[in-house]
């Protein structure tokens, strides 16, 4: 009597140690939905009215992009890749949700994406072509592929209004993007918002300045360049 | 009694009898149609077609009938008027917009005031532009029974006519010119073309942002630099939506053919190609609404193109004619 005891206590034991281990390998969607503001502002279109670290006063009149190359970091220090490719049109509202399957649930520490496309599906068409993206090409002549990003609106200037054009694209313009606050997803799926601050653009780790620098980015490595480094922490997670 | 009983139940049979052949007059077998299917190369997207109007043959073939009938208008006009196949669906007088690739469209007119599919645009045109007297076509000895073919039943509505010119108007789709047989590698483009389309897909001209190529429009809306008065018609977008960002904007019109849509811009003030490419290389004018993409520094002093590269230029621009769409015998006159 004792020993069958001992072996249902033993078998209940074990039981219990593998349900918990199923518990910690269950898996849940993560939806983050984009948002956009200016150090708080929300975005309105073609309103000037933002200003950024420069002092340039300036409105978006669109704003597309992709993100690629998402790692899902738990607080373990797992890293979770998912290598989706998302073409976002803020303006459109085109792929302004973005869906994770199958994430581990559980506790996480940050996460990583690019603004841009990974080298090796940076290639003329070889994403599905749509409607949504059908301007997004990078010209063969510049190494091909697709603009990583276009912010585009007009700013204030002694004479006038002008316009502006901060577009991304080829390889030394990738911009990666890191997140580092704690989020969890919990078992029946979790929903975030993942908030671009259009000034973070334009400072940290330089300031870039419309009037000094340039109202136009593209075919000029280093301003891209620039561009790309300070959109390191352009995103905030937000509950 | 017993043989009147029989004879009611003989007559009440016969009437249970023939109920199935009445039901069969009343309401025919919906007729067989023909499935299209669109084909377009893989650097284009899916057109912008309504699932609510898929394409047959019949459908086709009656909105082709529609495209050239003066019995549209009220005063002897037919679609294919304005859009003569020859000039790649356009005229030589107005500044109609090509019909070419519409189904790729969202946005049709040039302020896009018609925003939807081909059937939205099509509404609009028979509704409001011919003002469609749909009773002539009901009273026409042929159309009623090919309406009826393509959509079960009659009256002529005008919504029907409106699917039937949308399903005709899918199928103007160019994309065999020249230069898409490069893109397919199937020949060589000149020397001149190649320059020329260097110029138009870099930054050297910079073309290529607002004339993506593939359908050569971004189907968006922009201030090219035209004006930097804004009356009448030249306000543009702003006339649909009331936004002053709007003004002087205009859909960008797609390029496919574009050696033979003169004249050019949205009021036809450019009679040559040439016009075109010299407004752009010393003509833009500043504005608070001029493109972004047209503001850069490189554009404040014009492009500054040699004689040779607006040369080259115009060169690339006639690679987009295509022969086989403006002699194809699906889309001439039936």
Known sequence: ?239 | MKTKVLLLLFSLALLFGMMPSCKKEADPAPAVLHPVSLSYPNYVPAPNLSPDNPLTEEGVALGRRLYYDPMLSNDGRACATCHNQLRGFTDSVSNALPHVNLAWNRFFLWNGKISGTLEDAMDFEVGEFFQTDVSKLNADPSYPALFRQVFGETPVTRRQVALALAQFMATQVSMNSRFDRYLRKELMLSDTELRGFYIFNSERGDCFHCHSLGLFTDGQFRNNGLDDQFVGVNQGRFLVSGNPSDMGRFKTPALRNVALSAPFMHDGRYKTLEDVIEFYNSGVRQSPTLDPIMTKPSFQNGLQLSADDKADLLAFLKSLTDEDFLSNPKLSAP
């Open chain 1, 1 to 239: 009597m004792r020993t069958s005891s001992l072996i249902l206590i033993l078998l209940a034991g074990i039981l219990l140690a593998g349900c918990g281990k199923q518990q910690t390998l269950s898996f849940a969607d993560l939806t983050l939905a984009t948002a956009f503001t200016a150090d708080g502002q929300a975005l309105q279109w073609d309103t000037i009215r933002y200003q950024n670290e420069a002092g340039n006063v300036y409105s978006v009149h669109n704003l597309e992009f992709y993100l690629s190359d998402f790692v899902f970091i738990s607080a373990e220090g797992d890293r979770i890749s998912h290598p989706q490719i998302v073409y976002c049109n803020a303006r459109t509202g085109a792929g302004n949700t973005l869906s994770f399957s199958a994430l581990p649930a559980g506790n996480y520490k940050g996460l990583e994406c690019r603004v841009g496309i990974v080298p090796e599906w940076n290639i003329s068409n070889s994403l599905p072509a749509n409607l949504e993206n059908v301007n997004m090409a990078w010209p063969e002549s510049m190494g091909g592929g697709y603009h990583y990003m276009k912010l585009e609106g007009y700013t204030q200037t002694p004479g006038g209004t002008q316009g502006y054009a901060v577009h991304l694209g080829g390889p030394k313009a990738l911009v990666s993007c890191s997140v580092q606050q704690p989020f969890s997803v919990d078992t029946k799926g979790s929903r975030y918002t993942l908030q671009m601050n259009l000034n973070e653009w334009y400072r940290n780790p330089q300031v870039y300045n419309f009037q000094t620098d340039g109202n136009y980015t593209m075919n000029d490595t280093s301003l891209m360049k620039k561009i790309a480094a300070n959109g390191r922490d352009v995103f905030f997670l937000l509950p």
